[in-house]
């Protein structure tokens, strides 16, 4: 695993945009593996204006979406498909026919999560995932104690999760939904190169958890120290708990810039 420090958000954004982009001049039509939740933004802004700049041609892209709510009614704002669909498909002028998500509203739930493992091998994979990261360690919503080897279906989100997302929801947690449907760890794990952003303090005791604690299902998040292509990218003060933080600093400092992440 590679932990990148970066001094802010505004970096980590321009980083993970940039492997993206090299990414796409390599393989034009790369399922880029998008998830939702404040932290990413950064990373779909920066694309946007690499995009917008001529930087780019993201004409073949493909985008696949990590997790949504069960039960919102179809175009509710804070469904993850409109959350996708606005803050990366459009501002990258791709398709809707290029993207690909699971149906929160379906009356068979499991089937779709069935449908959605089926149409994410059906498409070759995912290039690259990104990935945020819950307060209690989740990934996509892999709460606490899902089993390392899930495969997309639904859960139960904890508390403490519905309270986070509850500011997407006018501050009101009776608003944020219980179920979910997420890729499974083993889903997630199937990804080509995992890139994970965290910022922020509230971060720390997460990230130092996943990056150098024991690979434990109580902390969805430690199964990326099982990927052989992970990249962990956070701000200074996500960093806050990391004892091998120096480490980290000088082996990136050191390494040819034509390595990417
Ligand atoms: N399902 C999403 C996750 O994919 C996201 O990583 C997490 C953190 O969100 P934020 O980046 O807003 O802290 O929120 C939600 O639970």
Known sequence: MEVVIVPDAAAGGELIAGAVVDLLRRKPDALLGVATGSTPIPVYEALAATVRAGGVDVSQARVAQLDEYVGLPA??????????????????GLSPDAFLGPDGAAHDVQAACEAYDKALAWAGGVDLQLLGIGTDGHIGFNEPCSSLASRTRIKTLTERTRRDNARFFGGDVDQVPHHVITQGIGTILDARHLVLLATGEGKADAVAATVEGPVAAIVPASALQLHPHATVVVDEAAASKLKLADYFRQTYAGKPSWQGI
Do not use: A, F, T
């Not at 469904?79 to 990366?88: I, M, P, Q």
């Open 75 to 92: 175009g509710h704002p804070e469904s993850y498909r409109s959350v996708v669909l606005r803050e990366v498909v459009e501002p990258l």
